[in-house]
């Protein structure tokens, strides 16, 4: 169905199901009819390809996606969405829907069943509330896609795509950079949306690289290092780590002179590279007993 970025249809639909907004299940329905196509283009939907989206709403950037694209599969938890959809999107043959919480579907295995052979790619215009368990277990999974382009609160935008170093970085800067390459692509306003958030909103795409720089224990020595030294980004990693990683200051300081780090330094001025030979240095001098 077109127009369901119009909100007369928006509305008739709403009368016709008899459906009220969520504001719990972060129900932000998209009416800038310029959005969808762009996120769908950029976010890689093409003849050949699979989709996976995350929140349908009413269904109006699925239709896009199946407009373009081989195969959508689009995960909604609000049932009170199933009938509408098959109003909405009753012309493509190609999407399925599937009832669930994203946050509890088994992605590897559906990636796997669902768009066997294809490169398959992440859109969504995501629920805010879960915005970074939803990037992290699409990262961390290490799954079979090429990319994620979602839209999320500006703010969020901001972070997860910072530089590193810099004053705009967090631990998920770190791990974004660390698994993909991150690319803001355009700014979206409170007002393209129904009801209106307060906040303004971005989209993003993250690259999955193809190769990790590290795996297994090292990865998670990694990344307990990072969560540690951002755990108050203001303090001195002599003072996070220690305290988070329960070692001495000075076996900390050792560490940074090392890899050629300031004893002084504080999270936000580590690279990725930086993080890397700290968090290996790190653990090798408490194995070491020095
Ligand atoms: N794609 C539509 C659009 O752009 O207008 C709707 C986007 S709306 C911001 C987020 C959608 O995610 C809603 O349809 C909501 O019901 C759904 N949702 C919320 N929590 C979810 C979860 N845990 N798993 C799957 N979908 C969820």
Do not use: W
């Not at 896609?145 to 901001?158: D, F, N, R, S």
């Not at 791990?175 to 306003?189: D, G, I, T």
Request: net charge positive; glycine share 6%; hydrophobic share 40%.
């Amino acid at each position: 169905m077109e127009n369901l970025s119009n909100i007369s249809t928006i509305r008739e639909i709403m009368d016709r199901f008899g459906f009220q907004f969520s504001k719990s299940l972060g129900q932000n329905f998209l009416i800038n009819p310029g959005i969808c196509p762009k996120i769908a283009e950029m976010g890689g939907a093409a003849a050949d390809t699979g989709v996976l989206e995350i929140g349908t709403g009413f269904g109006v950037l699925t239709h896009e996606l199946a407009k373009r694209a081989k195969r959508v599969v689009a995960v909604e938890l609000d049932s009170r969405l199933l009938p509408v959809l098959e109003y909405t999107l009753s012309e493509h043959k190609n999407v399925k829907i599937i009832n669930q919480d994203i946050l509890k579907v088994d992605l590897k295995k559906l990636i796997e069943t669902e768009f066997t052979g294809m490169d398959v790619y992440v859109c969504a215009n995501l629920p805010y509330y879960i915005t970074s368990p939803v990037i992290m277990a699409l990262l961390e999974k290490r799954l079979s896609i090429k990319a994620v382009t979602v839209m999320v609160q500006k703010e969020a935008a901001t972070r997860l795509c910072a530089k590193l170093p810099s004053r705009d970085c967090g631990a998920v800067t770190v791990a974004v950079r660390y698994y993909s390459e991150p690319k803001l692509l355009f700014s979206v306003s409170r007002g393209s949306f129904m009801p209106a958030p307060n906040v303004d909103s971005a989209v993003i795409r993250l690259d999955i690289k193809k190769d990790k720089p590290l795996s297994g224990e090292a990865e998670q020595r990694l990344f307990t290092v990072v969560k540690g030294a951002f755990s108050q980004r203001r303090k001195t990693l002599c003072n996070t780590i220690s305290s988070s990683l329960n070692l001495s200051k000075e076996q900390v300081a050792r560490a940074l002179k090392d890899v050629n780090l300031k004893e002084t330094a504080r999270a936000e001025e580590l690279s990725l590279d930086d993080f890397i030979r700290f968090s290996a240095r790190l653990y090798q001098t408490t194995e070491e007993g020095i």
